[in-house]
């Protein structure tokens, strides 16, 4: 696999997850599923953390960089 496979290939996974995490986050915001107060912590901590690595994955992908770069 090529570099350029392989972003790709990370960019795609990373935002799938994301997607997960963001619906799971529409779920309660959005369409009113109740969940209790630390599972809803954990939410919002598993979305932005999705969140981020897809940034850095789509970043990557686009020849923009990272910070760590």
Do not use: C, F
């Not at 994301?18 to 915001?29: I, K």
């Not at 979305?47 to 981020?52: D, H, L, N, T, V």
């Amino acid at each position: 696999m090529t570099a350029s496979e392989d972003k790709k290939r990370i960019y795609i996974e990373a935002y799938e997850a994301w997607q997960v995490q963001l619906q799971a986050l529409h779920r309660v915001v959005l369409q009113g599923q109740r969940i209790d107060p630390p599972r809803l912590k954990g939410l919002l901590n598993r979305e932005i953390r999705a969140k981020e690595k897809y940034e850095e994955a789509r970043r990557r992908l686009l020849g923009l960089g990272t910070d760590e770069e």
